[in-house]
Structure formats: C-alpha cells, structure tokens
C-alpha cells in the first residue's frame, strides 16, 4: 500500500488555554481530492495548516510522505505544498508582479500559468486589484502553482465566490488532481463535498469523527 501524503498521529493543538484539535489520527491519501468536511470551528482549516506548518501541533506528529514536518525546513516544505486561502491575498502591482513574486518567470511561462487556470494572457499587465473575485483568486492559485507544488492545499477558497467562479474553480481543482496533483480542500458545504470529494475526513469540535472514501459518507455532520 502507497504511503499516505499526510499522516495525523495524535495530534493536538491549544490556543490561548483553548484546545481546538484533540487526538487526530488519520490519514491523507495521495490521491485525488481530500474534503476536510466540518461546521464551523471544528477544527478543519486549522488541520489543514498543520500540513504546511503554518500551525504547529501542541503534541503529536504530522508527517509528509513519511518524514515528521518538524525535520523538514518550512520554506522549502511550503515551495512543495502550495496553499490558497479563503480570501485572495494580491499583491500590490499587476498580475504579472503576482506571479513574479513567487518566482522568477519568462512570459512564457507566465502565460501558461494563466492558461492553466483559465484566465486571459491580457490580464498579465492589470491592476491585480482590478480583478473581480473570482479572476483573483484564480490568480493566486497561479502563483501557487510558480514552484510547481507537489500538492495543493485549498482554505474554503470558493466561500465568497458566486455560482460561476466557484464552479471555475473547483473545475481546476479537478484538473489538476485528475493530472496528479493531490488537492486537500476544505469545507463547510456538503453539497460542495458530494461534487467534489473523493475522500472524506469530516471533523466536529477538533476530532475527527469520519474518515474514508467519499462515496460511503452518509453526510452525518452538520
């Protein structure tokens, strides 16, 4: 059996006096689409920033492919595990300043990543503040994907998206876990996980109370 790409083994984390993750195990497969699935404050986006120690657990380990995160530097680990947040973070500058940020890039190379999450070259010199919230965020899932990560993590990423963007967006997160990058998503909205998920780990109150494939949740958290 494969290594799983991220493994929980007991892990916990406090917060100010307050416990938010309580004895995690579980494990990540390295395929696919992973739904971190729970009501709010159960825990979901805080596991999910365990994985590119952006939280550090109070006890446990979390490994990466087998290796614990505390052996790995934070930089380098993050070039390999991408990450999008809830609300797109622009960089001042244009489009094109977005994506040079991260790393430095030909314009042909910057073209392609626009074209890999399906927004217009002639973006490249605007305003990054221009861009509705929809093209932002598909933006920023670009300069993500500058250092070529080996997975992608996605923080609620379509939660103030309409109907058109979100359904953009979880399309590229398909793509790309269909090309072989493992995508671990996480969210609130069940009918977001039934058209999206492969695997399921659903959380209440900082434990995980489900893990498997998504096809065999019976969609008991609320």
Do not use: Y
């Amino acid at each position: 059996m494969a290594a799983p790409l991220f493994a929980f083994e007991g892990v916990g984390l406090d917060r100010d006096g307050t416990r938010v993750l309580g004895d995690v195990s579980v494990d990540v497969p390295a395929t696919g689409i992973t739904v971190f699935v729970g009501a709010s404050g159960a825990g979901k986006s805080t596991l999910l920033r365990c994985c590119n120690r952006l939280e550090e657990p109070t006890t446990g380990v979390v490994r990466f492919r087998g290796t614990p995160l505390v052996d790995l530097d934070p930089l380098a680990h993050r070039r390999r595990v991408g990450m999008v947040f809830q609300a797109p973070a622009r960089f001042p500058g244009t489009v094109r300043d977005n994506l040079s940020a991260v790393a430095d890039l030909s314009e042909g190379e910057a073209v392609d990543l626009l074209d890999r999450v399906g927004l217009d070259p002639g973006l490249l010199d605007r305003s990054a503040d221009a861009l509705s919230g929809g093209e932002a965020q598909r933006m920023v899932l670009a300069r993500a994907l500058t250092t070529a990560p080996e997975v992608l993590l996605a923080d609620e990423p379509t939660s103030a998206l309409d109907a058109t963007a979100t359904a953009r967006l979880e399309g590229l997160a398909r793509d790309l876990a269909d090309d072989g990058m493992p995508v671990l998503w996480v969210t609130h909205d069940h009918d977001q996980v039934r058209r999206l998920a492969d695997h399921l780990v659903a959380l209440d109150a900082g434990r995980v109370v489900w893990s498997g494939p998504a096809a065999d949740w019976s969609g008991a958290v609320s």
